[in-house]
């Protein structure tokens, strides 16, 4: 229970919207520890979100569908279930970063990270941070970045957490967990696993959904021991995914996709003085196979292996001035059918830096510079500042360089891989405001983004498509989150949430839109909740968004409802059990033209808690 | 486009699609398509459907999405190509595996055949009463390429006929169909000639035939060549058939990096695309590459009547355009919209 505790004190301190103020609380809990500390030191003129416990729950049948009920992030879904790719503020699907752990696990290949392929029901904590984290995460972090994390305690714990949930399209999903601490140890054990017909009907269009079967399974080792003025910890995961490709409203589906990636994670930290020094191991595994027929044996895949060794030291001086130097040392070697036997190298040193002038005032300056890998190796930055006006009122200012490394598709695929390709990179700033009014807290951020050399494939001659540096791009937007809270008594409560950006992105060339982010998105959920019972309806409208790059073709504005219950017996607490109602009214919608999405469905849940 | 087509997929890049509900506002849609231009739109990866836009002879119609607008149904995904027989149209589908038949003046379905079908590319009428259609088959498996020979009666596949891999475009000369083997995903080298239900003989040409013309008893096989991606580059060709004695009597070698395509005639004249031009040459005196005499990247290139009628299919992701050439004086004359990926030039007469 000891963990669960931990994500309530996580849940009042961090309410979504005044995250930075708050996070400054988190670092006097010594007992837990994060398992990247940046993202609470080194961001706080940044947005950081982090998504509740329940919210999670909620929505947790794949990464994607918890993000796109929970964030302004658009995702280009090719059918429930299937390839996942997000566009935060209008950038493309791999300058968002996802962090596992303070490591980057965007695909060598692509550049990005299929969201279906990700549980959310693994990590104890899920951050979405807004805006640009290139000197702190690397390649990616443009738009911005996901950060699932692992965090752990010594306080004495033993909990035990089994979920079962059904649903319709024959979906059955099962995770179980448990976390145990006692004396010097801390150990984390869980499994995930998820499998679905998914043979939903296409709504209106007397079609099913019939070869998008899928099936994920994943598990997790979270180990610490505590040390003398330290700690030694191990986070690992699994996760394997099996899917059949969904067809679209004027194809079969026929083609499969399994992949297998694996994370470890080993550090080692010691605090001697004012010092704390980190060293850590890390190794990543990947390997994808694509099946063009998923009744045959042939596939053509890849898979690469990440190293990734560093080094840091924090010192934290008079409560004010948190100085941060890192090296970090990437390999990366990844081989495949379409891109040959290749190789990466990376050193990188980073200067991070956060002075708190005052309890009102702080800012950070953040520098990257990057060595021996094969590009023009990019000097990053970003500063920022939080300026807390009054009780009420609190201002965030950020401004960064970010990149985007080609993916060893965009290098060496055969035929068209271009090796002479430079990184995206971009620039932006962003304002933002929080507001507390009794109960109502309210966010507003503005951006702006230019970001230039984004990589293309176009088609050269005789036919060749080639990736070159090519698109200039410039993104703007809106983003408003609100969070109000009522309570009737001490017993009853009423909760709305609602969040809504608008997205400008345009290609600068063409003067269009770009492709598949759409102007305006909103998100929101109303809840009430007594002592034993809680429901809820949440909704989400999404803008048109374009299919062609000349915006004559659009994938429809649609509204999604979706209703649940949770209901915990007064006597037996440790069990609750509920169902939710997904797509109320039965709506017809696509993220990606022709791919419908599923028609009306329910699930039912059972969790205990031991 | 297989290696593309997986690229597409493991990057991601849904690219785009096309809903067509296209030009509903401006443009009247005739109820009869005789005498024009129509254009075979593949439509966008992945997604969406291919469509047809129909440009009358007098310019004064331009289409989109005709047979949706007819029919109020898509034809499907990737509409690879398109050829005629008699009063009907048959469209083939790609992607979605299937020949979609069609009145070729009022564009109302007439039929579908979804039968027997595997990946198709090309369709040919001969006889009236017989059509044959290219398939790859599984496109990974280079053993299981055929030709099927419909009934254009019953709008059936009656048999299918085994041959060489990646079959693609074919021509017709008195009773027999002649096959160019382009290789599908990869390369090959052959012409196949066909004769009633069965292979009467292959043709051993250059690498990659990916485009014919009939000039009186001739056959101008337009080769490729094998691209340097895909190992040991070699030169592009044009390769002369005789019709009467099926055998090459001539082979013409452009240079080792040169990879022309498109291969069309009016007259005694040639046209093919290569190297971001336009070249004509004259049959009479083959000289290659002959005379570059217009600029551009075109998707598909036909010559009629002392016109050339190109497409440009942009960046692939957003609407194409169909151009227009007077060839007496290799300019421009006309510039009309079509569908996503223009692929194909068609004459109704």
């Known amino acids: ?610 | 486009m297989k290696k593309l087509l997986l690229l597409s997929l493991t990057t991601l890049l849904f690219i785009s699609c096309s809903s067509d509900d296209d030009n509903t506002s401006s443009e009247y849609i005739p109820d009869d398509y005789e005498k024009g231009v129509f254009i075979t739109n593949e439509g966008p990866f992945n997604n969406g459907s291919g469509t047809i836009t129909y440009i009358s002879e007098d310019y004064s119609t331009v289409a989109q999405s005709i047979y949706k607008s007819v029919n109020g149904f898509d034809l499907g995904n990737i509409v690879q190509s398109m050829g005629f027989e008699n009063d009907n149209a048959y469209i083939v589908v790609n992607n979605s595996n299937k020949i979609m038949v069609a009145n070729r003046y009022t564009f109302e379905s007439v039929d579908s055949i979804k039968t027997d079908i595997a990946s198709p590319r090309h369709f040919i009428g001969a006889s009236g009463t017989r059509g044959y259609v290219t398939n790859w088959g599984d496109p990974n498996d280079n053993s299981d390429d055929f030709v099927a020979v419909l009934d254009l009666r019953s709008n059936e596949v009656v048999t299918t006929i085994p041959v060489d891999f990646g079959p693609e475009k074919m021509v017709s000369h008195n009773t027999k169909v002649y096959v160019a083997h382009q290789g599908g995903y990869g390369q090959n080298n052959l012409v196949s000639v066909i004769s009633g239900i069965s292979v009467e003989k292959t043709i051993t040409v250059g690498d990659v035939p990916n485009s014919m013309v009939v000039s009186g008893n001739e056959l101008y096989v337009l080769c490729g060549g094998t691209p340097s991606y895909a190992g040991t580059e070699t030169s592009g060709s044009l390769v002369k058939i005789d019709l009467l004695t099926e055998t090459v009597t001539d082979t013409f070698n452009f240079a080792t990096t040169d990879h022309p395509t498109n291969l069309t005639a009016d007259g005694n004249n040639l046209f093919y695309s290569l190297n971001g031009k336009v070249y004509k040459v004259n049959t009479s005196s083959v000289t290659l590459p002959g005379t570059g005499i217009i600029d551009g990247l075109f998707y598909a290139l036909k010559a009629k009547d002392g016109k050339l009628y190109a497409t440009d299919a942009g960046d692939f992701a957003s609407k194409g355009s169909l151009k227009i050439f007077d060839l007496s004086t290799n300019q421009e004359i006309q510039d009309f919209q079509t569908g996503i990926i223009p692929g194909g030039i068609y004459f109704n007469e």
């Open chain 1, 1 to 610: 229970m000891k963990q669960q505790g931990f994500h309530i004190i996580f849940m009042l301190l961090l309410c979504t919207f005044a995250a930075q103020a708050q996070l400054d609380a988190i670092q006097e809990l010594p007992e837990v520890v994060l398992a990247d500390a940046k993202l609470l030191h080194f961001s706080k003129g940044f947005k950081v979100e982090k998504l509740s416990d329940s919210v999670i729950k909620r929505n947790a049948t794949s990464l994607t569908e918890t993000l796109r009920y929970n964030s302004s992030i658009y995702f280009k879904e090719n059918g429930f279930g299937m390839v996942s790719s997000p566009s935060f503020r209008g950038t493309n699907a791999a300058q968002t970063a996802v962090i596992w752990n303070g490591i980057n696990i965007n695909s060598n290949f692509t550049g990005q990270t299929d969201f279906n392929t990700i549980s959310p029901l693994n990590y104890d904590a899920i951050s979405i941070r807004s805006g640009g984290g290139g000197v702190q995460y690397g390649s990616g972090a443009v738009g911005g970045s996901i950060h699932l994390n692992n965090n752990f305690s010594f306080d004495k714990t033993n909990s035990t957490n089994l979920g079962l949930r059904y649903g319709s399209f024959s979906t059955i999903a099962a995770n179980a967990s448990t976390t145990q601490s006692w004396d010097d140890h801390y150990l984390n054990v869980g499994v995930d696993f998820i499998s679905s017909e998914n043979d939903y009907d296409y709504v209106g269009k007397s079609k099913t959904n019939n070869h998008g079967q899928f099936l994920r399974f994943s598990a997790k080792v979270n180990e610490a021991r505590k040390l003398k003025n330290g700690f030694a910890s191990w986070n690992s995961e699994y996760s394997y995914n099996d899917r059949n490709f969904s067809g679209s409203l004027n194809t079969l589906g026929r083609d499969a996709y399994k992949d297998i990636n694996t994370r470890n994670l080993w550090q080692l930290q010691q605090n001697i003085g004012v010092f704390t020094t980190k060293a850590s191991f890390a190794h990543l595994f990947e390997e994808y196979k694509y099946f063009p027929s998923s009744e045959k044996y042939y596939y053509e895949g890849g898979k690469a292996n990440t190293f990734i060794g560093a080094l840091q030291t924090e010192v934290f001086l008079l409560k004010k001035l948190r100085l941060n130097g890192k090296l970090e040392y990437d390999y990366v070697s990844a081989s495949g059918e379409n891109v040959g036997d290749n190789s990466r190298k990376t050193l990188a040193a980073v200067v991070l830096l956060n002075h708190k002038i005052s309890d009102k005032l702080s800012y950070g300056v953040n520098l990257r510079k990057e060595f021996l890998n094969d590009f023009d190796n990019p000097f990053l930055f970003s500063a920022d500042a939080k300026w807390k006006l009054t009780n009420n009122y609190a201002l965030r200012l950020n401004g960064s360089k970010n990149y985007r490394v080609p993916t060893f598709n965009d290098l060496y695929w055969y035929a068209g891989g271009n090796f002479q390709l430079q990184p995206e990179t971009s620039y932006q700033v962003e304002v933002g405001q929080d507001f507390v009014f009794g109960n109502l807290k309210a966010d507003v951020a503005a951006y702006y983004i230019s970001s230039k050399d984004l990589i293309k494939w176009i088609p050269g001659n005789g036919g060749l498509w080639v990736p070159v540096n090519i698109n200039k791009t410039e993104n703007y937007g809106v983003e408003v989150n609100l969070n109000y809270a009522f309570n009737f008594n001490k017993r009853n409560r009423l909760s709305l949430n609602a969040n809504y950006s608008y997205t400008k992105a345009e290609d600068l060339e063409k003067e269009k839109q770009l492709i598949y982010v759409p102007f305006h998105k909103a998100g929101g959920s109303l809840q009430y909740d007594s002592k034993n019972l809680s429901a809820y309806i949440q909704g989400l409208f999404n803008g048109e968004a374009f299919t062609t790059t000349d915006n004559s073709d659009r994938v429809d504005a649609y509204s999604v409802f979706n209703i649940g219950i949770d209901y915990k017996f007064a006597f037996i607490p440790n069990i609750t059990f509920g169902g939710r109602l997904k797509n109320v009214f039965n709506t017809y919608y696509e993220n990606v033209a022709y791919r419908p999405m599923p028609s009306r469905s329910i699930e039912i849940f059972l969790n205990f808690n031991i």
